[in-house]
């Protein structure tokens, strides 16, 4: 495995040799193809563990922070939905009691005109 991580160096190296010579022989492609060798090697750079590491660490964080936004949302509308029940709950209860109520009514009127009615036939 280490003769593999060896092999990229000594080609980069032969290029860097070949590319000196080119260049000594004509001067103005020297300055382009160092300029591409420069290039070449700070796009090297950008892929440092580090770096990407370091990224890889802001996007969590700012992923947990919008899981934890998300999550809290949720417990809003569920506390809210769950407000929404007891309320309805109360309402219904109410409704149970007056429909109990009216019906007590409806028997005492029944009653009241059976009297009546008994008292008007006399």
Do not use: C, W
């Not at 407000?83 to 709950?89: I, N």
């Amino acid at each position: 495995m280490t003769s593999n991580t060896q092999k990229p160096d000594e080609n980069r190296s032969k290029r860097k040799k070949e590319m000196e010579n080119e260049a000594s022989e004509n001067p103005l492609l020297s300055s382009l193809d160092k300029t591409d060798l420069a290039a070449s090697e700070g796009s090297q750079s950008l892929y440092k563990p580090e770096p990407l590491e370091k990224v890889l660490n802001e996007m969590n964080k700012e992923v947990m922070n919008l899981l934890s936004k998300y999550a809290h949302i949720l417990r809003q509308r569920a506390a809210m939905d769950a407000s929404y029940v007891q309320e309805l709950d109360g309402i219904l209860k109410e409704a149970r009691t007056i429909e109990n109520h009216l019906k007590q009514k409806r028997e005492s009127l029944k009653q009241r005109f059976t009297v009546i009615a008994n008292t008007l036939q006399s």
